[in-house]
């Protein structure tokens, strides 16, 4: 893994991601309105057309997810990487070997602006929307944390917490809407609960320590 932060998404299987179709919707999704494109992955990528992006169509975005396993020795798992006219660039992936967990990436210092961290978190929510994982948690960093065993239940609080249906009535709806947080949304078969406005430069310490405790949870993580 890169340095940088992390959302994380974990699965009940590796059905979803090992599935080409559903990697196929996601790409799609996110290259919906060509924002944003896919950059080409190096040495594997010769039979796609475009300079340095890859067109976004169904066609060319599948046959980009055939390169990008492809090359999963040098890329250390299947990973794109996405960017928009202004180069903030997102990436996400997974490594086959360990099919339940994904992750969704960005570079610290991008964060620290308010409307690219609002991106991050969007694709964050269309992640979760297209693919329908158990939970989610971030801002993650290699760094600084330990990291959590794929399907673990949670055991502490994030600044973004991406609940399922099914930790949803674990923790209890009504403890989830007396939660203090800076955003609740719903999605798709879930809750995001944002802790802070941006939590790299704005944390809100008391909101964390209070949320956690309504959770039932004895730790909380905050600023990645």
């Given amino acids: 893994m890169s340095a940088g932060e992390y ?4 699965f009940a299987d590796d059905s979803t991601l090992l599935d080409k179709d559903n990697m196929l919707r996601l790409l799609m999704a996110i290259a919906e309105g ?7 992955k190096a040495i594997v990528c010769d039979d796609s057309p475009g300079l340095i992006y890859v067109p976004n169509s169904p066609e060319t975005l599948a046959n980009a997810w055939n390169n990008a396993i492809r090359a999963v020795q040098r890329y250390n798992g299947y990973w794109m990487e996405f960017e928009n006219v202004d180069k903030l ?5 997974f490594d086959p070997k360990a099919a339940q967990r994904s992750f969704l990436t960005a570079k ?3 964060l620290r602006s308010d409307d690219a961290l609002r991106e991050y978190i969007r694709f964050g929510e269309l992640i979760f929307n297209t ?5 989610g948690f971030g801002l993650f960093s290699y760094d600084t944390h330990e990291t959590p065993e794929i399907g673990a239940d949670p055991t502490a609080l994030w600044d973004y917490n991406f609940y399922g249906t099914g930790l949803i009535f674990e923790l209890g709806r009504e403890n989830l809407e007396e939660t203090l947080a800076y955003r609740k949304a719903e999605l798709d078969g879930g809750l ?7 939590p790299i430069t704005r944390p809100q310490i008391k909101h964390y320590r209070d949320a956690a405790a309504t959770l039932g949870f004895s730790k909380y993580y905050q600023g990645g």
Avoid at 34 to 40: C, G, S, T
Avoid at 131 to 135: A, N, T, V
């Fill in 192 to 198: 995001l609960i944002e802790m802070a406005q941006n």
């Fill in 34 to 40: 060509d924002v944003y494109q896919f950059l080409k």
């Fill in 89 to 93: 660039k997102f990436s996400f992936g």
């Fill in 7 to 10: 959302i994380i998404f974990d």
């Fill in 131 to 135: 693919l329908h994982p158990l939970y």
């Fill in 108 to 110: 610290r210092e991008d």
